[in-house]
């Protein structure tokens, strides 16, 4: 089945430091894969995504390079700032689902001035 | 005004009652999704709807009911809470296209 496996956390990093957070994937065929953010007590927000092989998604400093050899998606910034301070979660649309997302547990990032 | 708009944003509610969480949203999509989120699990997808006459049960919708009163509302219900079904919810709309890509705040629900 389609599943989405991140690195757990929580993560917590000095301000300016580089980030990864790791995201891999099953599924059949090419599913589109994204980032979320989900700030302390607010929804989630869509943060970059990619929908084919190579696919770089960018936004805010943040990328993520959707590879399909490795079937990862994983988060980088290369400076993060306290405001980056929060849960990101990995997710996928599986090819024909008709755009229903399948979701990693989530990563909690604190970030220490 | 926000896109979508749920309400209440908390709710604490004892065994046994009946809950109903609303959701609405101001964009005109036709495409509404009700999502549940537990510490160290994500979301995980209850009740979706394409448009008013369809609806469809996602990962885990035993327990729960949903209604779509109209293009722009989307209810859901829990006819006899028990606690475990303590949890935020979101109800969610596309940006664009067919993903649900924009989430409203939530209702955090306690059920003692």
């Known amino acids: 089945g389609n599943s989405v496996t991140q690195m757990e956390g929580p993560v917590t990093l000095s301000e300016e430091a580089f980030l990864t957070i790791n995201c891999t994937y099953t599924a059949t065929g090419y599913p589109s894969l994204f980032w979320y953010v989900q700030y302390p007590g607010e929804g989630l927000q869509l943060l970059l995504k990619a929908t084919k092989a190579d696919d770089k998604g960018s936004n805010k400093g943040f990328e993520a390079t959707y590879r399909k050899e490795t079937t990862s998606f994983h988060l980088e910034k290369g400076s993060v700032q306290v405001s980056d301070s929060a849960v990101y979660f990995c997710?996928?649309?599986?090819?024909?689902?008709?755009?229903?997302?399948?979701f990693g547990k989530g990563t909690k990032l604190s970030v220490k001035p | 005004d926000a896109d979508v708009t749920q309400t209440p944003r908390n709710r604490i509610t004892k065994t046994g009652k009946r809950i109903m969480l609303e959701c609405s949203q101001t964009?005109?999509?036709?495409?509404m999704y009700w999502y549940r989120q537990d510490p160290g699990l994500g979301l995980r997808l209850i009740y979706y709807s394409f448009d008013v006459k369809d609806i469809n049960k996602g990962e885990i919708s035993d327990g729960y009911s949903v209604s779509r009163q109209a293009q722009a509302k989307f209810s859901l219900s829990l006819e006899s809470a028990i606690p475990n079904q303590t949890a935020l919810y979101f109800c969610?709309?596309?940006?664009?296209?067919?993903?649900?890509?924009?989430f409203g705040d939530g209702t955090r629900l306690s059920i003692l």
């Open positions: 997710a996928l649309s599986p090819l024909g689902s008709q755009g229903n997302l399948i």
């Open positions: 969610a709309t596309p940006l664009r296209g067919h993903q649900p890509q924009h």
């Open positions: 964009k005109g999509h036709d495409r």
